[in-house]
């Protein structure tokens, strides 16, 4: 799990030894942009390709991140689509409400005071889930399910299923702005997976979010404290939904409950394919990142082969399917 | 342990109770023959359901992939039963061997990839329900030969007042569902095995069970009861359509929950399936006739979910 000893780092194979799927991810997204060099030269890796990729990678990537801090504790948050679409709506709420024509001054404070309000929702939502999976004793699928249809429904009741749309230009700025040549949203994001990866391995709370996913039992017997910990944790995955919500209903300028439904599938399948352990207790944030980059440029290039959306969808399943067969013979061969 | 959960059924009766007294009184339509005809025809398919998803997670497992299994059935048996033509039981045939197979393929990959089977159900409910929809197109189908869209009645009767009595097919299915999976998990060796399984895998496998064997078998069992329910309803609605059924996992799960089944396995009961589905089913149709605004169904029922697996996990936890 930890691996301190970075010497020999130009040895290849012991690179190869010690980290067989960061390996084997870096191979695989060389070998991808080789073959769209081959095959579509110059028509998927062009410049504006690349931009909207890192206009459309970072929501995702948050939400990979927020599915995938559970995962390594040996849980799972279903309700991460749910979380980040009742954040945005609540932003959406206050800045359609309190920002009006008539209004003078900046609209800034209101779009921070939006902004909290969105995040702070997120984290007590995470925290419901933490306290029904960590003192309740609720299993993290079923708690994060009902959350998931709860948190949904209220969403449905307080916008009728309407969209909630018009933020001032300034917030739009988030989500569609640039900075230094680099779209904003990818600097969250960078931000936010260098953040995440600090607190996953260099702080007390990180290593017994791991310890708990390698062993429960053992972790409380150790006298860490289990059930203050799992709260942080999905009290963090519903911050970083929060987060990915103040991009997306950025980009999107509107808020809505049904937005991004088809994300569930693909940040599992960014965290499976970025080795993340479905029993928890092993992952980086590095494969993660990598299997992103991965999945946005496999996308990209079946939008380019206008390939239908369901297609796209059976192939993440059978793409989901295959990488966890070929952890296993890894697992068994090495 | 046993006395828990007759203890916990016994709740959730008096509940069910309590709420069919609040509804025959606060409203006119609902203590009423037809609505609760009615409502057992339309929610014959989430129970039959319900039961094949008690029998997983007894095992120990979960299966999210049932509904897209259910619909590559209805649209195969669809489009046999207007090529080829046939009979109610071809239909039933067909649907039911497409679920085996489909289950059946989910059992190896639970087994063989070693992998949580919800990750593994969240993979192929994908595959399988991207693949029809693509090849499909997402088309609704409503040119069933006549033979399909007759009512199907049994034990019919016209009583002497020239009304028309009959209890519709799917409701039967229902039953005799509920009573094949009684008959399983509580008279065979096969069912007793299946609870062993859910309770211990490790315990199970030093038995000698055949945990292979197992496997195959409940998967292929929520597969073959999502197919023949799924026939059960186009005889209902009279087409097949892409998004009928997909989007429902969570309240067949719910449901089954509901009802006292637990998602570490081992434990759960028929009966108190029934009641579950008996449940959300009145709650449902009691809020439609009450006239409470559509948008609070989905917080309503994610509010009973939170309550029933928060009571019952803290119960289960202050045992241990």
Sequence with gaps: MLNNNDNNLFNIRSIYQKDPTLSILVIALLFIILLLFVFFPGKVLTANNFESMAFQLPELGILSLAIMITMLSGGINLSIIATANMAGIVSAFIMTRMITESMTGSPIPIILLAILAGWLVSVLIGIFNGVLIAYIGVSPILATLGTMTLVGGISILVTKGYVVSGFPEEYQYIGNGIFLGIPIPFLIFLGLAILVSILLRRTPFGIANYLIGSNETATRFSGINVNRTLVITYALSGLLCGIASTIMISRFNSAKAGYASSYLLITILISVLGGVDPYGGFGRISGLVLALFILQLVSSTFNFLGLSAHLTIAIWGLLLLITIGLRNIKSTSI | ?320
Excluded at chain 2, 97 to 118: D, Q
Excluded at chain 2, 234 to 243: D, E, F, G, K, T
Excluded at chain 2, 250 to 273: D, K, N, P, R
Excluded at chain 2, 295 to 307: A, N, T, V
């Design chain 2, 1 to 320: 342990m046993s006395k828990m959960f007759k203890k916990f059924e016994f709740f959730l009766f008096l509940v069910i109770v309590a709420l069919i007294v609040f509804f025959a009184f606060s409203t006119e339509n609902f203590f009423t023959w037809e609505n609760l005809l009615d409502l057992l025809i339309s929610y014959s398919f989430l129970g039959i359901m319900a039961a094949g998803m008690l029998v997983v997670l007894i095992s120990g497992g979960i299966d999210l992939s049932f509904t897209a299994i259910a619909t590559v059935a209805q649209y195969i048996m669809a489009i046999t039963i207007i090529d080829y033509s046939g009979n109610l039981f071809s239909a039933f045939l067909v649907a039911g061997i497409i679920g085996i197979v489909l289950g059946g393929t989910n059992a190896f990959l639970i087994y063989y990839l070693k992998a949580p089977a919800m990750i593994i159900t969240i993979a192929t409910l994908n595959l399988f329900y991207g693949f029809t929809i693509f090849i499909t197109r997402g088309k609704w189908i409503y040119n069933f030969p006549d033979w399909f869209n007759q009512s199907h009645n049994v034990f019919s009767f016209t009583a002497a007042d020239g009304t028309y009595y009959g209890i519709p097919l799917p409701v039967i299915l229902l039953v005799l569902v509920f009573i094949l999976t009684y008959i399983i998990l509580n008279y065979t060796m096969l069912g007793r095995k299946i609870f062993a399984m859910g309770g211990n895998i490790e315990a199970a496998r030093r038995a000698g069970f055949n945990i292979l064997g197992l496997t195959i078998f409940v998967y292929s069992y929520i597969g073959f009861l999502s197919g023949i329910g799924s026939v059960g309803q186009v005889l209902i609605l009279h087409s097949v359509q892409p998004n009928a059924i997909v989007g429902r996992e969570l309240e067949v799960i719910a449901a089954t929950v509901l009802g006292g089944a637990s998602l570490a396995g081992g434990a759960g009961s028929v009966l108190g399936t029934a009641m579950g589905v008996a449940l959300l089913a009145i709650v449902w149709n009691g809020l439609i006739i009450m006239g409470v605004s559509s948008y609070w169904h989905k917080l309503i029922i994610g509010l009973i979910i939170i309550c029933s697996v928060g009571i019952n996990a803290y119960n289960r936890k202050r045992k241990a």
